[in-house]
């Protein structure tokens, strides 16, 4: 398992069963998502794997929207992945560190949103490779990140005795990991979050990976 890994593990465990109310339905990932369901429509037998798919709501919307589809969501918490069991119908889940995942196969859609936030910049370089290798020529990728420009570790929110590891970064930082050459932008959204739990400004992306053929 990753650096800090353990650490999130454990705490994702923790607070599953509060995790969907509060990280599985944010509103700017679940409309977003819907957007580019609508947009994928037309791709028939769509390859989609959602590295770090929590309690599977976002994999909910593409499984519903896209009945060809074939899905993949991989996620280090056995107790989200319950919760992804109990709404998903055709998708296949694992359970297992993002580090771990052997990137074999050519995905249409990669989706990460999330879950990068808890990788070092080493580790997030490296599945950065990955998924430029594996996602097909005009395939798309939907990302979040937190922005900022430091790594610690904290208390959870919603559950205060339990910590976990967060990696902030800003929006040129991401964006030079997916350069202009490699991707187009088709969506970038900052969103301000200010609630009783956290004050944040949240990056949400959907790119998609020209054809270098064209």
Same mark, same amino acid.
């Given at each position: 398992?990753?650096? *800090?890994? !353990?650490?999130?593990?454990?705490?994702?465990?923790?607070?599953?069963?509060?995790?969907?109310?509060?990280?599985?339905?944010?509103?700017?990932?679940?409309?977003?998502?819907?957007?580019?369901?609508?947009?994928?429509?037309?791709?028939?037998?769509?390859?989609?794997?959602?590295?770090?798919?929590?309690?599977?709501?976002?994999?909910?919307? $593409?499984?519903?929207?896209?009945?060809?589809?074939? =899905?993949?969501?991989? !996620?280090?918490?056995?107790? =989200?992945?319950?919760?992804?069991?109990?709404? =998903?119908?055709?998708?296949?889940?694992?359970?297992?560190? /993002?580090?771990?995942?052997? $990137?074999?196969?050519?995905?249409?859609?990669?989706?990460?949103?999330?879950? /990068?936030?808890?990788?070092?910049?080493?580790?997030?370089?490296?599945?950065?490779?990955?998924?430029?290798?594996?996602?097909?020529?005009?395939?798309?990728?939907?990302?979040?990140?937190?922005?900022?420009?430091?790594?610690?570790?904290?208390?959870?929110?919603?559950?205060?005795?339990?910590?976990?590891? $967060?990696?902030? *970064?800003?929006?040129?930082?991401?964006?030079?990991?997916?350069? @202009?050459?490699?991707?187009?932008?088709?969506?970038?959204?900052?969103?301000?979050?200010?609630?009783?739990?956290?004050?944040?400004?949240? /990056?949400?992306?959907?790119?998609?990976?020209?054809? @270098?053929?064209?």
């Amino acid at each position: 398992m990753s650096k *800090h890994q !353990d650490l999130n593990q454990e705490t994702y465990n923790t607070i599953a069963l509060k995790y969907e109310d509060i990280y599985g339905q944010i509103p700017t990932a679940i409309a977003l998502a819907k957007k580019l369901a609508e947009i994928m429509v037309p791709i028939k037998n769509a390859q989609i794997l959602d590295l770090g798919c929590g309690s599977g709501s976002i994999l909910k919307i $593409f499984e519903d929207k896209l009945p060809s589809a074939s =899905l993949t969501g991989i !996620d280090f918490s056995v107790e =989200l992945l319950k919760l992804a069991e109990k709404k =998903l119908k055709r998708t296949k889940l694992k359970q297992m560190d /993002l580090m771990s995942y052997d $990137f074999n196969g050519e995905f249409d859609l990669i989706i990460a949103t999330f879950s /990068l936030i808890h990788l070092t910049d080493e580790e997030l370089n490296e599945i950065a490779t990955k998924i430029k290798t594996n996602l097909n020529p005009n395939g798309y990728l939907y990302l979040s990140f937190i922005l900022g420009d430091e790594e610690k570790i904290v208390s959870e929110v919603l559950e205060p005795s339990k910590q976990v590891y $967060f990696n902030y *970064h800003s929006e040129s930082e991401i964006l030079s990991l997916f350069s @202009s050459k490699e991707f187009k932008t088709i969506e970038s959204v900052i969103d301000e979050v200010k609630d009783e739990y956290e004050t944040e400004q949240d /990056l949400y992306l959907i790119l998609q990976k020209r054809n @270098s053929s064209n």
